[in-house]
């Protein structure tokens, strides 16, 4: 795991804006200058941990700089029989792009994001995985190009601050995050997910190489029960090869304890797992049934409790490390877990992100299906009175606002994660800035799945997981992720998958390796008591902050930001309070100071 840099001109901030990659590759950095150009990159050694496989890396005429792991590297060796002079997985991506060129990238399993240079066709390829686990941010302006791991390091090249991207903004405030291509700064783009972009003679081409198959060839609970969990073994398995100690993080619910059992039952070995809780406002806290399951598999458990201070220690220093507004809170306890587990000289640790919304984890899917349910059922007459009536509802419930989408005939889900809904953005914004949706999938399983796979997971948790664990030189490898499960799991007939409870599928399985009372417990997210918290320590200033920022922006309708506030310390609007805070907080440090 790794950073890395890359212009196509000479620039006096590239060693700067290399030394900001460090933390994501403290454990050798380099430069190469080719011509005019420059390459740069930070190592994080896992694999392979010799000299010959630092980078950046050139081979007959092909230099590549490489953030990831390719765990099929070793099978792709002997399957493509390449003839490869060092260890390392990332001269297996040079021998393939010579074999193939571009049309490697569904050969390999992992998570990625690259720059290969061609230097003799002077052609820069670059590529993403498939669900956006590492970051690929770029700037081009026609002539010239910077690309990085860190959209820190592109300002720093860039010289000057760019302009607020408002679409992103819109983006953010409605799914935590900006969605595709947008950043918060104009001028400064994120490859998508499974995309990949090609330059050459000063133009710019971008394809996406991967797709989710929604086919259903599955039709029968056994069949899908004995892919499952023969895929998902081997999944747990591929993501143990490391030359360093692999950990488990164990937040004491299904998905973390099944692949902490996995990993155990595999090496048959005591294993170290790692929880976070909280040491007030215990409903929050997941730190006992975290001790159930290190228990039954016999781990070195590290449970870690904190307290408000902790979390308002780590609070500025978790906003540095995001680099752009993200609504997720629960990236300051992930900070102080992955500091923990980094300083114990732990390198890479399994988690289990992407089991909810394969399996339908969560508990809205259920929710949604029913006004799915009840869309099918209203005649053109009843939609009509509906529709006439509709206005006059009480409008700033979410259940207000998914009657009127039906009504509406819009989109009824549109992510787990919905901050701002359209009819609060149009209160909020005093100009909304617009962007396109994607059109939903005719099985609303397969949308659900989808969409959070796209946008909550995608783009959200990713995001969050990989700006944090890498401020804290820390791999995290999420064997639910593996293509091959994801493929699997959507290729079985939606009526299983539902069953008669959430994650139906996966518990059948897990009740095999975890405990029944780790199974039937009531699911909760990775969240934390944010909102109390940050109302016991900045009180009104939080919405000082807002409206001083609101004063030099004209963004937003002071009114109704007045209401959200009022709202959040009743435990209500919490989370857009808080995303209103966060963005206000960057662009006071970005932009007036």
Known sequence: MCGILGTNFLNSNFDKALENLNNRGPDFNKKVQLDNKLFGHTRLSIIDLDNEANQPMVFDDILIVFNGEIYNYKELIKEEKLEVKTASDTEV??????????????????????????????????????????????????????????????????????????????????????????????????????????????????????????????KTEDEALSSIEE????????????????????????????????YSKITNRKINTFSIGYDEYKNYCELDFAKITAEHINSNHHPISISKNDFIEYFEDTLLALEQPHGDSAAIPLNILTNKIHNMGIKTVLSGEGSDELFLGYDNYAKFLKYYDFEKTLS??????????????????????????????????????????????????????????????????????????????????????DRISMKNSLEVRTPFLDYKLVDLVFS????????????????????????????????????????????????????????????????????????????SKNRKFKQHLWSLFIFSIWYKKNYIF
């Open 380 to 465: 053109e007459d009843q939609n009509g009175f509906l529709n006439s009536i509709i206005s006059a509802l009480q409008n700033n419930t979410k259940e207000s606002e998914y009657l009127r989408r039906i009504v509406k005939k819009q989109t009824l889900y549109n992510s787990f994660g919905e901050i701002f809904s359209d009819s609060q953005k149009k209160r909020l914004f005093n100009k909304v800035p617009t962007f396109k949706s994607e059109n939903p999938k005719k099985d609303p399983v397969d949308w659900m799945s989808y969409i959070d796979l796209k946008i909550w997971l995608g783009e959200a948790l990713l995001s969050k997981v």
């Open 231 to 262: 895929l998902l073994f081997k999944c747990v398995e591929s993501r143990l090869v490391s030359d360093v100690e692999v950990g488990s993080l164990l937040s004491g619910g299904i998905d973390s304890s099944l692949i902490s059992a996995l």
């Open 93 to 218: 991506l040079i021998r393939l792009y010579q074999k193939y060129q571009e049309k490697f990238l569904n050969k390999i399993n992992g998570m990625f994001s690259f720059c290969i240079y061609d230097i003799k066709e002077d052609k820069y390829f670059c590529a993403r995985d498939r669900y956006g686990k590492k970051p690929f941010f770029y700037h081009f302006d026609g002539k010239n190009f910077i690309f990085s791991s860190s959209i820190k390091s592109i300002i720093q090249i860039l010289g000057t601050t760019p302009k607020l991207n408002k679409v992103a903004l819109s983006q953010y405030l409605q799914y935590f995050v900006p969605l595709g291509e947008n950043s918060f700064y104009q001028g400064i783009n994120a490859l998508e997910s499974s995309t990949y972009m090609i330059l050459k003679d000063n133009t710019l081409s971008q394809k996406k190489y991967y797709k989710i198959n929604t086919y259903k060839r599955i």
């Open 492 to 567: 079985i007939d939606s009526k299983i998958k539902v069953g008669d409870t959430n994650k139906y599928l996966l518990k059948k399985i897990a009740s095999k390796y975890i405990p029944e009372q780790i199974i039937n417990r009531t699911k909760k997210g990775f969240n934390s008591p944010f909102n109390e918290w940050i109302h016991e320590e900045y009180k009104d200033s939080i919405l000082d902050t807002i409206l001083f920022v609101n004063k030099e922006t004209s963004l937003f309708n002071e009114e109704y930001i007045k209401q959200i506030y009022n709202f």
